[in-house]
């Protein structure tokens, strides 16, 4: 079974700063992908980046990106020029592909960012 | 809007007492999904399905049912309430990727 670790609880950042959230996950398979999710205090789930475990180059949407570390098993999300509206629970999830059934997700504990003004 | 609806987005229960938490959307998709979030941790998987007819248990499944009859609705049910169960429910259906509906917090009381 796959398994996510999330090994910083909360993290805190003035704006404007840039602002790394780690991630490691387990897992025996070679074709996955990988996600970062917000959760503002609204509970939403918004989906952050998507990364597809066989493309090498990383993953960026904006101010988002991640970097990519196959063989290590890590997945970190980099937050650059860090605002205001950054400030929620992030999640760290990871998903078999779809040869291999359901597509469950299967998420981290979270990481709680605060962004100061 | 396009999406997975949720009811109720509250609720209070008795220790004891039975409810169901709806789902419904409205893209068509074959699969969808039940995760609960507890306090200050990550969605765990309650019960999924494939298609209308097809369920299967998850990580989490005791003390859950859930049933298929059409591609748009995905109830979970809970037949007898614990203090355990206290948590926030997400439904989530599956296209390209996930949509989460907003979310139900339940109270068992």
């Known amino acids: 079974a796959q398994t996510v670790t999330q090994s910083q609880p909360e993290m805190s950042v003035q704006e404007a700063e840039t602002v790394t959230l780690s991630c490691t996950y387990d897992t025996s398979e070679s074709n996955y992908y990988l996600f970062w999710y917000k959760q503002p205090p609204s509970r939403q789930m918004i989906l952050v980046i998507r990364?597809?475990?066989?493309?090498?180059q990383n993953a960026t949407e904006n101010r988002f990106s991640v970097n990519f570390q196959k063989a290590a098993k890590s997945f970190s999300l980099k937050i650059s020029d860090s605002q205001l509206g950054d400030t929620a629970m992030y999640f760290c999830a990871f998903m078999t592909p779809f040869v291999q059934g359901a597509q469950k997700l299967v998420f981290g504990q979270g990481t709680r960012l605060t962004i100061n003004p | 809007n396009a999406g997975v609806t949720q009811t109720p987005k509250f609720r209070i229960l008795k220790i004891g007492q039975s409810m169901t938490l709806q789902c419904a959307q409205d893209?068509?998709?074959?699969?969808m999904y039940w995760y609960r979030q507890d306090p200050g941790m990550g969605l765990k998987l309650i019960y999924y399905s494939v298609g209308a007819g097809i369920t299967d248990k998850g990580e989490v499944p005791n003390g859950y049912n859930v049933s298929r009859s059409t591609t748009e609705d995905f109830p979970l049910r809970l037949e007898l309430a614990a203090p355990s169960q206290t948590s926030v429910y997400f439904c989530?259906?599956?296209?390209?990727?996930?949509?989460f509906g907003s979310g139900t917090r339940l109270t068992v009381v």
């Open positions: 990364q597809e475990a066989y493309k090498q």
């Open positions: 989530a259906s599956k296209g390209y990727g996930y949509t």
């Open positions: 893209m068509n998709h074959n699969y």
